[in-house]
């Protein structure tokens, strides 16, 4: 690695102590509102600002690996004005603007840079006609944020946003008011493998009307244009383009002397055009209804409507959705609920039908050593469904991907080799084996982020596939379950559970296997304060599931214990032990955790945070491990503020590393 260039730290100290040592530059001056006069001066604030990035990133396999590394320093001069022309309420500014100097060196295994900019911060808003109906603002803003791409890294990124924006109100009666906003956001930057070049333009026209006591209908019309070639540097980007436009009506209505009777309705159509290499369009509407009938202070009746209807591109699905159901607290200690319910699938290649009645009911009592519950349930299903394609298509199913953990696609029987997984702007697809990997255990498939993806941590993915249907055939399905808890000598709980359910065909096949079986859980926890402040929180689980399609044994175990150092600090340590046998996979699960979190005030003026957090998992087929230390720390003084963040993260997977440091530290003072 290069040696950094001579004089660094020394300018850097330079530049915090002149922060430390200079006054205030100008004072506030104040008008009274009444004031009229060709121009006016409201008043002055503004905040200097200096601020600290390292950024060290090691990956790749044990035997090849790379790093990237950057530092950089910025310093930001910001001054904001408030004034009005005439009188404030005909025509308020906030204008205001300063310099950012940007320093930056990068250092990687083939090459090194170094980087010295001047960048300018603006805001420029007018307020016309604040104190009346019908105010309208315009507004025009330059910044250059710190953009985080993931856990540790982060670039500069230029965002220029302008627009309009106003209400009308006092309309119908003053019932009814209007609101518009205009609105064009521009983002341009990158660094440390990702690029950001993104355009969006949104126009937004609503309608609420409140009337009687407790009624209102809103409307919302929103149109959305979006340009994007943002994405991983590592991989091929496309220019993305989308068009969408959503209606939105919603309304609220009220009935009966006491309130009792209440309706909610909401209508929502979306119309979407993508564009990339090909041409998507997508057609979307969706009903949601909802009617209760409080008909004294311990039973309500509910009735429940879900109609949806999508159209992507050729591939079309309808879903209806009916509920009517009753709850009743029948006595002190006896609850009950029943319902009935009816839904439709009609899509593309299938359809189903399918009837339920559904029944539950709780006994719950205080007791000498504390408190038992017994609740028991009932179900009866009957389902027909017509196939007459082997597969359906699912477009756009969001993904949050967290580290390395996997998540569970929303539909089983997940075909091999149609899983499509892209970034949420649609201008890039992950690879298989590269930015991700599929996990299948029995009838589950899930997405698993790998430690040198393009894919950065918590980032957001739209995935597609598609999923096998399970034939043609008419069958019923019961099933019931019964659960008892107890809470006993103050401190301790325990719990039992157990479900079953049976599927007859009546006539036809089912292709793929059912879900009849078995499932017993059981547990005992405990809260505890003990000594002198400390408390105990420790829970035990087995979870026995023998389902025909993915039978499995789970055994989990957490405990941590928190206390108070003293003052404000608390110390909380933390273990957690998962062990997970899939009889039919080999993606077992074998996972220790171990968690240390220190956080509180000291001296008065400041605040530390801290935490360390390990997980071992060696179950699966790729052993993964995480460790974590994070720290925060944040001192102020008056005008002064000091905040210093640092990471340290090491995430294996298999043979695959990927290490990070980060150093963030800021200095501001507010005038």
Not at 100 to 120: E, I, P, Y
Not at 360 to 386: K, M, P
Request: net charge negative; hydrophobic share 35%; proline share 2%.
């Amino acid at each position: 690695m290069k040696a950094r260039r001579p004089g660094r730290w020394a300018q850097a100290v330079a530049k915090i102590a002149l922060i430390l040592v200079s006054p205030a530059v100008c004072v506030a001056e104040y008008h009274e509102v009444d004031d009229i006069k060709p121009f006016g001066l409201l008043d002055v604030s503004g905040h200097v600002r200096v601020g600290y990035l390292f950024d060290d990133r090691e990956r790749g396999a044990s035997v090849d690996k790379s790093f990237e590394q950057q530092s950089s320093w910025e310093e930001e001069f910001f001054v904001l004005t408030r004034s009005f022309i005439y009188h404030p309420g005909f025509l308020n500014m906030d204008l205001g603007g300063g310099p950012v100097l940007v320093q930056q060196q990068f250092d990687t295994n083939v090459d090194s840079a170094t980087n010295d900019d001047v960048l300018f911060n603006f805001l420029g808003r007018l307020n016309l006609l604040e104190l009346k109906t019908y105010p309208v603002s315009v507004y025009y803003e330059r910044t250059h944020p710190s953009v985080t791409t993931s856990r540790s890294g982060r670039f500069l990124v230029q965002n220029d946003v302008y627009g309009v924006t106003g209400h009308i109100s006092g309309l119908l009666r003053d019932r009814t008011s209007a609101r518009y906003a205009i609105t064009r956001r521009e983002a341009a930057g990158s660094g440390l493998g990702s690029v950001v070049d993104t355009t969006v333009e949104t126009r937004t026209f609503g309608l609420d009307s409140r009337y009687r006591t407790s009624d209102n209908i809103e409307f919302r019309f929103d149109t959305l244009d979006q340009e994007s070639a943002s994405g991983s540097a590592g991989l091929p980007i496309v220019r993305s383009e989308l068009d969408q436009e959503i209606a939105e009506v919603r309304a609220n209505n009220v009935f009966g002397a006491a309130e009792q009777f209440r309706v909610s309705q909401r209508l929502r159509r979306m119309e979407q055009e993508n564009r990339t290499t090909t041409v998507s369009t997508l057609d979307d509407r969706v009903y949601n209804g909802n009617v209760n009938w409080q008909y004294n202070s311990d039973g309500r009746v509910f009735f429940n409507l879900r109609d949806a209807a999508s159209k992507r591109d050729s591939i079309r699905q309808d879903f209806t959705d009916l509920e009517l159901g009753a709850s009743e607290q029948l006595t002190e200690r006896i609850f009950a609920r029943g319902l009935v319910a009816h839904s439709a699938v009609d899509q593309t290649g299938f359809t189903r039908d399918r009837s339920s009645v559904r029944g539950a009911a709780e006994y719950s009592r205080e007791t000498g050593f504390g408190g038992i519950g017994i609740s028991g349930s009932v179900r009866a299903e009957r389902s027909d469904q017509e196939s007459t394609a082997d597969e359906i298509g699912v477009f756009d199913e969001p993904l949050l991907l967290v580290g390395t953990t996997p998540v569970d696609l929303r539909n089983e029987f997940v075909v091999p080799g149609s899983v499509i997984v892209r970034n949420a702007d649609r201008t890039q697809t992950y690879v298989e084996g590269l930015d991700y990997r599929l996990i299948t255990t029995g009838t589950v498939t899930s997405v698993q982020r790998l430690v040198n993806s393009s894919i950065t941590d918590g980032e957001t993915v739209l995935v597609d596939y598609s999923y096998s249907t399970s034939g043609t055939a008419e069958y019923d399905t019961v099933g019931s379950g019964i659960a008892f808890r107890a809470d006993f000598l103050q401190n301790f709980r325990a719990h039992v559970r157990y479900d079953w359910q049976d599927t007859s065909i009546r006539e036809g096949e089912l292709t793929n296997p059912l879900n009849d079986g078995e499932i017993l859980e059981f547990g005992i926890g405990a809260s505890n304060q003990f000594l002198d402040g400390w408390t105990l929180d420790a829970q035990y689980r087995h979870l026995q599931q023998d389902l025909e399609t993915s039978p499995f044994v789970s055994d989990q175990l957490d405990a941590s214990i928190t206390t108070s150092l003293g003052g404000t600090m608390a110390l909380t340590l933390a273990a957690g032990l998962i062990e997970t046998d899939y009889e039919n996979s080999d993606e077992d699960i074998s996972q220790v955790s171990y968690r240390v979190g220190l956080r509180g005030r000291i001296l008065r003026r400041s605040y530390l945070a801290y935490d360390a957090f390990l997980l071992d998992d060696t179950g699966g087929s790729l052993p993964r491990k995480q460790f974590r230390h994070r720290v925060h720390f944040q001192w102020s003084y008056r005008q002064m503020r000091f905040d210093l963040r640092a990471t340290l993260s090491d995430d294996e997977l298999g043979v695959s590393v990927r290490k990070n440091t980060t150093v963030t530290a800021q200095l501001t003072r507010v005038f």
